[in-house]
């Protein structure tokens, strides 16, 4: 069952006019889609499962569990399990940075301002962690969504105020 399609009934509704190879293809291509789908939550479950058996070193050499690490996590409006597990996986360990700037850099949030004669000129988005920075963004963009929560208000009402690339002004703020 895909998107409420029952595999064995596509050819009910399926068109008439469509060529007899595409009437059993697709419906392959909807049971492969199930299966990819159900190895991929598999796949989480597995992560989660992992990452909340290992203890991981924050400030001062302390430490914390994973089954307490990843609800703080996923406390953070828009991250989900996922974004939480890439950040574990991405950053490891906090103490690593000795500056929330340099997270930020490694994320590749810190958007470097060029400045000519005391004006600003452009934005130009550092290098980083691409897979990292592309859930953070990610996660962002859901914010923007979100209007019945406070942060949401606030993104969306950055996105409003800029006619031009609003978005990524909101998501990069």
């Given at each position: 069952m ?5 595999h ?13 190879y595409m009437k059993i293809?697709i419906?392959d291509l909807y049971?492969?889609?199930d ?9 989480e479950?597995e992560?989660?499962k992992?990452?909340?058996s290992?203890?991981?070193v924050i ?5 914390i569990l ?13 991250i989900g399990?996922?974004t939480?597990?890439?950040w ?11 500056l ?8 590749g ?6 400045v000519s004669?005391?004006?600003l ?5 550092r290098?980083?962690?691409e897979?990292?920075h ?6 962002a963009?859901?914010l923007?969504q979100r209007?019945?929560?406070p942060?949401?208000k606030?993104?969306y009402?950055?996105?409003?105020r800029?006619?031009k ?8 703020y």
């Amino acid at each position: 069952m895909c998107n409420g399609i029952n595999h064995e009934s596509f050819n009910s509704i399926c068109p008439d006019d469509m060529p007899e190879y595409m009437k059993i293809l697709i419906p392959d291509l909807y049971k492969q889609y199930d299966e990819h789908v159900k190895k991929a939550k598999d796949y989480e479950k597995e992560a989660i499962k992992k990452a909340m058996s290992i203890e991981w070193v924050i400030e001062n050499n302390s430490t914390i569990l994973g089954k307490d690490l990843l609800p703080i996590l996923t406390s953070v409006p828009g991250i989900g399990n996922v974004t939480a597990l890439v950040w574990i996986a991405e950053i490891v360990t906090p103490v690593r940075f000795k500056l929330v700037k340099q997270i930020s850099a490694y994320c590749g949030c810190d958007p470097s301002l060029k400045v000519s004669a005391g004006k600003l000129t452009s934005h130009v988005k550092r290098k980083g962690n691409e897979v990292l920075h592309g859930m953070l963004l990610k996660a962002a963009s859901a914010l923007i969504q979100r209007r019945s929560e406070p942060i949401g208000k606030w993104t969306y009402s950055i996105y409003k105020r800029h006619a031009k690339g609003g978005w990524k002004k909101a998501c990069f703020y």
